[in-house]
């Protein structure tokens, strides 16, 4: 069963950074074509943050573009997401996932708190 756990969120300020960690189990992220990362702010829809593509190419949604670094790490069949800059826009539950279908279930996310 491939399942995906999310981790590393909490309270940060303003121009703080985060690592989150998308540690994944029943499927070798690497051989996943496309992975993502996801985010779900109060009263709004999930947004797709950044991806990565098996041959490691990442792209970013404009918001984040220049903050935020997409990775994986094979021995530990983990992505990443660091963010730097925070803002408090940023400021939402966020998901990780493979972009394949069917889509697999997805995990309980990791808050994200960018205030002070």
């Known amino acids: 069963q491939v399942q995906f756990v999310e981790s590393g969120g909490g309270l940060v300020q303003p121009g703080g950074s985060l690592r989150l960690s998308c540690a994944a189990s029943?499927?070798?992220?690497?051989?996943?074509?496309?992975m993502g990362w996801y985010r779900q702010a109060p009263g709004k829809q999930r947004e797709l943050v950044a991806t990565?593509?098996?041959?490691?190419?990442?792209n970013y949604a404009d918001s984040v573009k220049g903050r935020f670094t997409i990775s994986r790490d094979s021995a530990e069949n983990t992505m990443y997401l660091q963010m730097d800059s925070l803002k408090p826009e940023d400021t939402a539950v966020y998901y990780c996932?493979?972009?394949?279908?069917?889509?697999?279930?997805w995990g309980q996310g990791t808050q994200v708190t960018v205030s002070g």
């Open positions: 996932n493979a972009r394949i279908l069917p889509t697999p279930a």
């Open positions: 029943g499927i070798n992220i690497f051989s996943i074509s496309n």
């Open positions: 990565i593509t098996r041959g490691g190419l990442a």
